[in-house]
């Protein structure tokens, strides 16, 4: 069975922060991995999809709401620190839109290398974001609205 348009978006931004060269944090795709994550972690869980504000409905572009928790351990030296100055980090690597759309295109040369081939990011527009303190761990939430068209339901 296909992954949905959701998972498909987790997982092609846990692989584009796994390429990034954010240092210090295990990346998760929340609807796939592990429910019990090694600190500090960064979890991709999308938890809405709906038709994208403006667009035709027969085009089929949708707005999927991402958000990405960073959790770290409160005992850690540092942890706010780290915390903060991490999520600022992966809130600008998240916010350079034409390097996920890169990413996330297929290469001009082969071999394919992509999990995810049938979905096209078109924008990543800032949602919210908030903080936390989660039993012994600190927790940022920050969350985007990702643009995108799912190319394997299509009908021509």
Known sequence: MADTLNIKI???LKAYLDA???AGVNFY???TDSAICDL???TVMSNAVQPAADMPAEINIKAVNVVFE???DSVMDSAKVFLDTTLE???TTLSNTASILAYSLAPASLPETRAITD???YDMLPDNESTGFDRTQWKRELSFNVICQNYDNLTV
């Open 10 to 12: 987790e997982k092609i």
């Open 29 to 31: 795709a929340g609807h």
């Open 40 to 42: 500090p972690s960064l």
């Open 20 to 22: 990034s060269d954010i």
């Open 70 to 72: 960073l959790r770290v």
């Open 89 to 91: 980090e992966i809130e």
């Open 119 to 121: 979905v096209h990011i």
